[in-house]
């Protein structure tokens, strides 16, 4: 069965510096998003991405963040100059159709990122 | 605008014990409603689904049927197990890409 994998499981780094959390989407999808989950709270939206841009941010999603899809195949979270609160799970998820409503987001296993 | 409600846990119960956890929806339109399952390390999986009023979900014991009139999801099992320690969340998807996630629900089974 197809699936979204992410790498790396666990990343562990210093304040302030650069993470890249990096996912592979199911293949023949066509819509891509983060999500975060800071340890036993609630699933929290960051970002979607379609047709090589964003379609929809949220307010979490500031300046420090940013995506890409820089080969056709992974879909890249980029988080600038780490805070501490920035300690969470990242979810990388994908859909293949978004327009009917219907179709579900399928998941991957998560990044832990552990900022210090 | 959409949004999901959720009940609030965390829920504990015995093994055998039935299950219910509330949801509700607001949303325009006829979206799809959906229940994730987060098991403990894990990410989230689908339990189940339903596409449209009145059509029930199910999968692994648990039911939800689509209710237009109280605008419900409400996720239900006869007979939990102690497997089903997990944390669970109402989903549903916005106009746009967006997919809105009740707060989830952690539910506990004991021996």
């Known amino acids: 069965e197809p699936e979204v994998t992410q790498t790396p499981s666990h990343q562990v780094t210093q304040m302030g510096q650069e993470v890249i959390l990096r996912c592979v989407p199911i293949?023949?999808?066509?819509?891509f998003y983060w999500y975060r989950q800071i340890l036993g709270q609630k699933v929290e939206f960051l970002v979607s991405f379609y047709n090589n841009e964003i379609s929809e941010k949220s307010e979490i999603f500031d300046d420090q963040f940013s995506v890409e899809r820089p080969d056709g195949s992974n879909f890249t979270l980029k988080i600038r100059s780490t805070k501490l609160e920035d300690s969470a799970m990242y979810f990388c998820a994908s859909r293949r159709t978004s327009g009917s409503r219907t179709g579900e987001l399928f998941f991957g296993e998560g990044s832990r990122l552990t900022v210090l | 605008g959409d949004s999901v409600t959720q009940m609030e846990g965390p829920v504990t119960l015995s093994e055998e014990a039935f299950l219910t956890i509330n949801c509700t929806y607001t949303a325009t339109g006829y979206p799809s409603l959906f229940w994730y399952v987060q098991y403990p390390g894990e990410g989230l999986q689908l339990l189940l689904k339903?596409?449209?009023?009145?059509d029930k979900g199910s999968n692994k014991g648990f039911e939800a049927t689509y209710r237009k009139e109280t605008t419900s999801f409400h996720l239900e099992k006869g007979s939990v197990q102690v497997s089903d320690s997990a944390v669970y969340f109402c989903a549903l998807p916005g106009e746009g890409n967006q997919f809105y996630f009740g707060t989830g629900t952690s539910l506990t089974v004991i021996p």
């Open positions: 293949s023949n999808h066509l819509y």
């Open positions: 339903a596409t449209k009023a009145d």
